[in-house]
Every structure is written in C-alpha cells, then in structure tokens.
C-alpha cells in the first residue's frame, strides 16, 4: 500500500478522516467514516463509473494520455504483427504466452469443442429468416448452457470452480471452440443457407481456428476450401484487437454476472447482449451507415459543420479512455489497406480518410480529444469481406469471448469480489398516502389525450368511455 493519503473534512460535525491512496484511488467505503448532520455516512456519486474502480486487474492496461493499449504486459502493437488470436486468448485468460506443447493442446481442445450438439443446431433453425444474428448468438450461447447442467454452480452440492482448474477449463474450451461455430450459422440461417459443421482437426487439410470460422462462413461445394490468406490474418488481427479492453461495459456486464454465482454461459450471453447496443459493439455499424449517409467527398464539409452544430452525430470518433489516437485504429488503419489490396479498393474507405484528415486539421475535434477509434475502420473491412452489416457485432462477440472469459477466471479467483449492488440516490416521493381506485382524479396529461383521442374513438366504433373522464372535458 501507498504511504500517501488524503484528509477530507465535514466543518459542520467537526469529523475529519485520512483516507490511503492505492494507486492513484482511495477506497470508496473509508468515506462512510465521515460522518454527516444526519448521522449517515458520506457516499460518492459517479453515474457511468466514469471516476470509479470495482476491482484490480492484471489482464489488459490501457494508457489513455498515450495511446497505449497491453495485453499482460505485451504491447498490442507486438501481439498483431507476431502472434495469434489463439495464441492471444491463451495469454489473457491463463496470463501468460503458451509453450509449444501448450499451444498445440489448446488449439486441439478449441477444435474439439468447436462442435455444437443437434439440439442446438435444431433450435438455431426456427429462428425467423430475418433473425438479427446477434440477437440468434444470444439466445444460443444462453441455451449452449443447459446442455452443460455441471456447469451451473447453482446446482446443489456443486462447488466447481473454486476447486477443480480442470471444470473452468473445460468450460472455457466448449465457449471459446462454439461461439465461432454458432456465429457462422447464425449468418448461414441469416442467407438461408444450410449450415456448415466446423472442419475435423485430424482431416486431410486442416484448418486453424480462423480459417475453420471462414470455412463455416463460405463454403459450399468445394473439395479443398481454403480462404485467402490475406483475409485470414486480418481477420486474426482484428480479433486480436478486439479480444480485450479493460472493463469496457460489456465486461463490467460480465464481472457483474459472474459475481453472482451464475454459470459462464449465462454470464457469456449477458455480456454479448450489453456487446448488441449501437454505443458499444454496434458503433461499427454506425460508422458504415454515417460514411453511407455523407454520399461522397464534397459533402464531408458540411457534415462535420453539422457535427460542430449538434444537428449531426460522427460515430467512430472519440473515446471515454483515449485522449489521443486510438491505437488499435492504427493499427485497423493499416489492415484495411491489406484487405482493399485483395477485395479492391471501397469508396466509403475513401470517405473515411478524407473524413478522418479535416476531422483532424479542425480545433473542434482537436480541442475535445475527438480522434479516431476501433470503430471507425472495422466495418469498412468486414464489409470488404462481404459480410452484411448485422453481423459486425457478431464478429466483435466472437473476439471479446476472449477477454469476457480471462476475466470470469480472475473473477472467481479474486478474494476480493462481491455480488455487486452499486447505491443510488433516491429522488422520489415520500410518504405519500395510498388513495383508493374510485377517489383517483385523472391528470391534466390523460385529460388531454383523451380529448385529442375522442374523435379517433368515435370513428373506430368505441362508444363507452368513463362518464366521468367526459364531465371533465
């Protein structure tokens, strides 16, 4: 612990407290110490945990100030050029690079387990033709769940995983080898096309985990499928970027879940759904429709004038954490040149650069820290690849996985952790009297709707309406 400290005050009740600085924060129970008027304890009130740290964590570092993002240690940068989404999952969730003989058992046991059972596949196929995948994912991996009942630490007598490594790693094997598996079906039933089982790691041309997704996604009647190299490990370095970014919401969602006891199938779902909202792993998607929206090049200036005028929103830009440029957008940057290489050159990708360098030469966006982030360039590559815009999520699921799972082990294994349950500050009424159904007056706001709907009845035939509700008009 810090020698430092810090000494607030209440000058009406004369109580003082010194409360230790660990890291740069203090602990949020000490200023129950200080005693108020009321006799109550003082709170602090943070609406977003915008200022406010729930646990430690060794898994991912991100330096906001500099625009640096590590995985265990390792810069981000290094990961993407040297390793794989594979490799990088096994760093994050067992805290440390793979030897050989590690790494080989772990892609063995993720192609095993890449296998859904026909229940799951038969549930999957009554979804409406128009099913959004993501919202198909969801349910599936909440379902994946009870297929696995001594998962559940619900169950009486279960005590799992506080005490056998070997069940966490199992259910770590079964999500992270699927969830590939039941995303390339949601996107097969989404283009109504017949499911692909994921390719036998022991068959004559074995595909690794990345290419295995591809083969899911595309093929069709090929004997010897093999996707393009250049897509394969672009893909594999944006899922490598995606994998983890420190208690995002998605994450906090998971850590949430979690502490309460719950199985890491039902946490893994709940954090996918937190992943679906357009302010989170939907903001990609945002991104295409805002550049398709602009049209063309000519019309950038008047954008970012509407921007500047709050009678327009840029999505992709700016970042809670990063006061400068996002690093993992660096790096997609790069990417997307790779993949245009490949599937030719996008005219949004055009809109995108010229959009990103006013956007930069401008004091407005400069002044607020407004720069470029993850979002901005990964739909331009997944729509490269031809993937429908409902999908993106998807494919920020599939990665995230990853990091939703490194910290359901940290979680479990924190002496620390608590079922979360945050204070409010009530605002509502109080004390007020119950009045019976029949002495009830109705609002001036029922009054009037019932006015401006009385015609409206009429003509659809509705002839009773409350004598009473009548008299006041």
Known sequence: MSSESISVSCPSTNSKINIPVYRNFISASELKKLKLKDGSGLGSYDPGYVNTACCTSAISHIDGEKGKLTYRGYAIEELVEKSTFVEVSYLLIYGKLPEKMQL???????????????????????????????????????????????????????????????????QILRILGKVPTIAAQAYRHRIGRPYNMPMKHNSLHPLNYTENFFYMLDHLTENHYQPHPTLVKALDKIWIIHAEHGLNC?????????????????????????????????ANEAVLRMLESIKSIENIPKFIQNVKEKKAKIFGFGHRVYKTYDPRANILKKVAYEVFEVTGTSPLLKLALELERLALSDDYFIERHLYPNVDFYSGLIYSAMQLPTDMFPVMFTIARTAGWLAHWVECLNDKESKIYRPRQIYVGERNLKYIPLADRQPSEGTLKAIESGFERRRDLGISWIDPRLIAKL
């Open 104 to 170: 080989e058992l772990w892609m063995k046991g993720l192609a095993k387990h890449s296998f859904i059972h026909n229940n799951l596949g038969t549930l999957m196929s009554q979804f409406r033709h128009n099913a959004h995948p993501c919202g198909m994912l969801i349910s599936s991996m909440a379902a994946l769940g009870t297929f696995y009942p001594e998962a559940n630490p619900a169950l009486e007598g279960l005590d799992l995983f506080t005490s056998s490594s070997k069940a966490r790693d199992r």
């Open 250 to 282: 998605s994450t906090a969602t998971l850590r949430q879940l979690t502490s309460t006891g719950v199985d890491p199938y039902s946490a893994v779902a709940g954090s996918a759904v937190a992943l679906y909202g357009s302010l989170h792993g939907g």
